[in-house]
């Protein structure tokens, strides 16, 4: 079968196109005829070494596709079932291995590139809006990089709970995308100060979370616009990891609290990630959630893939083809 490989950390360069083994699944694992392979940030901190992962590799933790075949003991999907998950190694390729417990039924509402959008992008927004910070009426909130992948679901998750939707964004047609998706105000963070204008547009009273994906450039001032007993959730870092934060930072009038969330702390347990998972699965097939796509390359493109999501090129999910 044909795959993306890398030998060496590095930049998109490192992605080549190669022939591998169709691979046999083991106990607890299937095998996934990959229809959509999901491109996510994660897969670029990996090929940068900036996270753990074992060379030579496969990148890809997130598609869709047809089960091909299942190990022993699988009793979750069968062959030929429609699938898509995340949670995988490998599967920018034709086919890869997923533990079976990963793979969440796909219906024939939804197509292949939309179930793969529907996973790290979609269940990551919808935990944040829902678990992490559960938005209520009247909440204010500011959301970064508000017309990215996570970023427009965050919006559209954000305006349904009832919440005054506070976008930053880099350009004037991504500001156009976010106010689509829900938000009441758009930042061009790269034109003002998103602390000065939160502010402004709050009458100083600040939002009671900040779900901030940028990481370096934006934690600092992310803190600053909390109003007090706020939440910042810092669950990427798109610019570079953020400097370490002083705790004495969080105390007195602001008392804020600070998290960290990854998606995969809060779907280890197979009946919440169904749930999560259908949920969002279930707005999208409603129509009540979009999922954009952004675009779709062909597998041997991988690098383009990546370089246009790291140079901030892209409005939702990137697919790659196999
Ligand atoms: N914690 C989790 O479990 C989890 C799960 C999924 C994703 N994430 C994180 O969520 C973030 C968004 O993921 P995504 O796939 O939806 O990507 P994305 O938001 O579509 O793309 C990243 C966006 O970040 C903004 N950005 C600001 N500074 C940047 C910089 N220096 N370099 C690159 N981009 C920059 C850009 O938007 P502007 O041009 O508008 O600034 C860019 O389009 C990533 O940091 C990812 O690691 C975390």
Redesign the pocket.
């Known amino acids: 079968m044909k795959a993306i490989v890398y030998t060496e950390f590095g930049g998109p360069e490192v992605l080549k196109l190669a022939e591998r083994a169709l691979p046999t699944p083991g106990p607890g694992q299937a095998l996934v005829k990959i229809a959509a392979a999901g491109v996510?940030?994660?897969d670029i901190?990996q090929r940068k070494g900036m996270y753990p992962v074992l060379l030579p590799a496969v990148p890809g933790g997130e598609g869709a596709g047809t089960v091909e075949a299942v190990g022993p003991g699988v009793t979750e999907v069968a062959a030929g079932d429609r699938v898509a998950f995340f949670g995988a190694a490998g599967c920018y390729a034709e086919y890869a291995l997923a533990p079976a417990d990963r793979l969440v039924p796909l219906t024939a509402a939804l197509g292949f590139e939309q179930g793969a959008a529907a996973m790290?992008?979609g269940i990551?927004a919808y935990v944040l809006a829902h678990v992490t910070y559960p938005l209520k009426p009247g909440d204010r909130c500011l959301v970064?990089?508000?017309?990215?992948?996570?970023?427009l679901l965050l919006c559209q998750l954000a305006k349904e709970a009832g919440a005054f939707v506070i976008g930053?964004?880099?350009?004037e047609e991504?500001a156009a995308l976010a106010r689509d998706a829900g938000a009441d105000e758009v930042i061009l963070?790269?034109q003002q100060d998103f602390l000065a204008e939160v502010k402004r547009i709050t009458g100083d009273r600040g939002v009671n979370v900040v779900y901030d994906?940028?990481?370096r450039?934006t934690f600092d001032r992310s803190l600053e616009c909390l109003a007090p007993l706020g939440m910042l959730v810092s669950?990427?870092?798109?610019?570079?990891f953020p400097a370490p934060l002083d705790i004495q930072r969080l105390g007195g009038m602001r008392s804020a609290f600070v998290t960290r969330?990854?998606?995969?702390a809060y779907v280890t347990d197979r009946a919440k990630y169904l749930a999560y998972a259908g949920a969002v699965l279930g707005m999208a097939a409603g129509g009540t959630l979009r999922l954009r796509i952004d675009r779709a390359y062909p597998l041997a493109q991988a690098a383009e893939a990546h370089l246009a999501?790291?140079?901030?090129?892209?409005?939702?999910k990137l697919i790659l083809k196999p």
């Open positions: 996510n940030f994660i901190y790290v992008q990551t970064h990089a508000a017309a990215g992948g996570v970023g930053t964004t880099s350009t991504k963070y790269t994906s940028v990481g450039d669950f990427g870092q798109s610019s570079g969330p990854s998606v995969f999501l790291a140079g901030r090129g892209t409005t939702g």
